[in-house]
C-alpha cells in the first residue's frame, strides 16, 4: 500500500507538481501572516503597554520643565519621569541639495515632507542602538552634528559625514551627520528621527515630558500637569494603544482575507486536478484489481498518498512561512514577540488532515464492489 501511494505521486499525468506548488505557496502565506499577525497583537495587547509612556504632557515651557519633573516624580506609583527639548523643523537639504530636488522614496515621506519634531541630546539614550558613526563628545560645543534613524538615512542615500540642512524658525541649520541609530518606532517612546547635538544658545523651544506609571496613577499625573502648567495638553497613552490595537486587528483580518484567497486558489487547482485524472485513476485501479489488489488497499493507497503529499508541502511551506513572518517582525520591531509553535503546528496538522479528508472525496467517488468486478471482466476481455 505505502509502495503503491509513493508511486502514485510520480506516475505520469499525476497532478502533484502542480498541487503542490499552489498550496505550498498559499500555505507559506499563511503561516507569515499568522507569525505577523499573532506577533503584531501580542506586541500591543501585552508588551507596549509595559513599555509606552502613560502620559505624555506637550509644550512644557523651558522654565517650569524642572519642577514639572519633581512634582511628578513624587507621585506614588510613578516610576519614571523624562523630559526632552522639542521644536518643529522641516529638513530642507540634503548634501546642499534641495529636498524637492532629491530622489526622496514614498516611505520616508512622512520625514522629509512637512514639518517633523525635532530634538537634541548631550549623551544617547539606554535604548538608543548606535549602526554607524560614533556619539559626539560629552560637553561638546562644536558645528552641528545630527543622529539620524538608520532606516531614514539609508532611504535618503545619507550615511556618517554628510550633511543635512533644517529649516528652524530661528533659520536654517546645517548639521554634519554624526551616526545612525536603529530606532524601535513600534515602542511608542519618546524618540525623534533627528537628534542634533546641543545649541550653545539654544532656539526657542518648549519641553516633551513623558510619564511611566500604573493606569490608576493617571488622573493623579493629569491633576499635577493641570495644576503645574494648565497651558500644556496631555495625551494618555492608553487611548493611542486601543486605537492602535484596531488597526493591527483590521490589517490582520484584510491579510487573513488575503491568505483565504491564496488557500482558495490553491483548492480549486486541487480539485481540478483531481478531477481531471479521475478517469485515468479508475482505469488504473481497474488494471490494478484485474491484476489481484483488493479494492480496500487501493482506497488505502489514495488516502495515504494525499496524505503524503500535504506532509511534504507542509514540511518545506511551513517553515518558510515561518522564517519569513519572523523576518517582517524583526524588520519592524526589535521586541515584539514571537509566536509559539501552535501556528505552524496547526498549519502542518492542517495541511495533512485536509489532504487526507480530499482523499476519502475522492474514494468516496470511486466505483462500488460490483462496478469494480465489471470493469475487471471487461479489462479481462480486452
Known amino acids: 500500500m505505502v509502495r503503491l501511494a509513493v508511486a502514485n505521486l510520480g506516475r505520469p499525468g499525476a497532478p502533484t507538481v502542480p498541487v503542490a506548488v499552489a498550496l505550498g505557496i498559499g500555505l507559506t502565506l499563511l503561516v507569515a501572516v499568522g507569525v505577523v499577525g499573532r506577533s503584531a497583537t501580542g506586541h500591543v495587547a501585552a508588551t507596549l503597554p509595559a ?42 537639504r540634503l548634501n546642499g541639495v534641495a529636498i524637492t530636488e532629491a530622489d526622496a522614496p514614498r516611505s520616508v515621506g512622512w520625514a522629509v515632507r512637512g514639518d517633523r519634531g525635532l530634538s537634541w541630546r548631550d549623551r544617547p539614550a539606554p535604548t538608543d542602538r548606535i549602526v554607524a558613526g560614533s556619539w559626539w563628545p560629552e560637553g561638546y560645543t562644536g558645528p552641528p552634528l545630527a543622529s539620524l534613524d538608520a532606516q531614514v538615512a539609508r532611504r535618503l542615500g545619507l ?34 528621527p533627528v537628534l542634533l547635538s546641543p545649541f550653545p544658545e539654544p532656539p526657542p523651544h518648549s519641553l516633551v515630558a513623558a510619564v511611566w506609571s500604573p493606569p490608576e496613577a493617571v488622573p493623579a499625573v493629569e491633576a499635577v500637569v493641570a ?18 490595537g484596531s488597526t493591527v486587528q483590521t490589517v490582520r483580518r484584510l491579510l487573513d482575507g488575503l491568505s483565504a ?18 478517469r485515468r485513476r479508475l482505469h488504473e485501479m481497474a488494471i490494478l484489481h484485474v491484476l489481484g489488489v483488493a479494492r480496500r488497499p487501493m482506497i488505502q493507497a489514495v488516502v495515504l498518498e494525499f496524505v503524503l503529499l500535504g506532509a511534504a508541502v507542509a514540511a518545506i511551506a511551513v517553515p518558510l512561512g515561518w522564517t519569513g513572518g519572523a523576518a517582517v517582525v524583526a524588520s519592524l520591531a526589535d521586541s515584539a514577540p514571537l509566536p509559539g509553535g501552535a501556528v505552524p503546528l496547526a498549519a502542518f496538522l492542517g495541511t495533512v488532515t485536509t489532504m487526507a479528508a480530499v482523499g476519502v472525496v475522492l474514494v468516496a467517488w470511486l466505483p462500488r464492489r460490483d462496478v469494480m468486478r465489471r470493469l475487471r471482466s471487461d479489462t479481462l476481455s480486452a
Open 261 to 278: 484567497v491564496a488557500l482558495g486558489a490553491a483548492a480549486v487547482v486541487l480539485l481540478g486536478a483531481v478531477a481531471s485524472s479521475a
Open 159 to 192: 550615511a556618517v559625514g554628510d550633511s543635512l540642512t533644517l529649516a528652524l524658525a530661528s533659520g536654517p541649520v546645517t548639521a554634519t551627520v554624526a551616526n545612525l541609530r536603529r530606532i524601535d518606532w513600534t515602542r511608542l517612546d519618546l524618540d525623534f
Open 227 to 244: 495644576q503645574a502648567v494648565p497651558q500644556a495638553p496631555t495625551i494618555r497613552v492608553a487611548e493611542v494603544l486601543d486605537t492602535l
Open 51 to 92: 513599555q509606552t509612556p502613560s502620559v505624555v504632557v506637550l509644550n512644557v515651557p523651558p522654565p517650569d520643565g524642572i519642577g514639572l519633573s519633581e512634582r511628578l516624580s513624587t507621585l506614588p506609583g510613578v516610576g519614571r519621569v523624562e523630559t526632552a527639548p522639542f521644536l518643529h523643523a522641516r529638513i530642507s
